[in-house]
């Protein structure tokens, strides 16, 4: 089923869609997606990273992207979930500080677990389609970020955010994980709101 823009607006408004953290899995990325002669390495060592982001989307349906023009390429909002924090919580403290927006969650789209050897990580993100709620606000980037040159911007619509990620060239191996998962976690709100693309 599609939704005209007007639909997916009311749907936003009204919080008619609902979420349940048990989220189903998306993806998993690792580096062979991007260099298929690479061996993997041992993932039962890699640490575990959880973290919370969000498809924002404002009354107007922009959609809230982060900028990371040092390597070339965008990001959807979010970060890691700190001890003791729970999934939302992090979710809400992440959105405040990369894009100074209050939000409320409309509904779960999944997660995607990333095995970044040259980190030694396991990432496992939860993606959420999420609505502002009142005035954007300053953001409060942290140094590292500001130093990637990372900024808050506003896609005109979902297809747009799509067509911008699509076309990015991260000049990093981070950024080509970060493009893979959060291409991933858009298709997943657009055809939830919008149906199937086809």
Known sequence: MKYSLGAFLYLLNSSILRYDIDMNLLLSINEQDFNSELLLGDISSYRTRRASRAVLVDDSGQVYLMNV????YHKLPGGGIDDGEEIEQALMRELMEEVGCKAEIVSELGEVVEYRDFEQLKQIS?????????????STLEADELAEGMVALKASNIDVAIELLKSDKPDNLEGMFIQKRDLAFLEVAKSLVFGSSE
Not at 69 to 72: E, N, P
Request: net charge negative; glycine share 12%; with cysteine.
């Open 69 to 72: 023009s040092l390597h070339g």
């Open 126 to 138: 939860y993606c959420f389609l999420a609505k502002q709620v009142g005035e954007q606000q300053d």
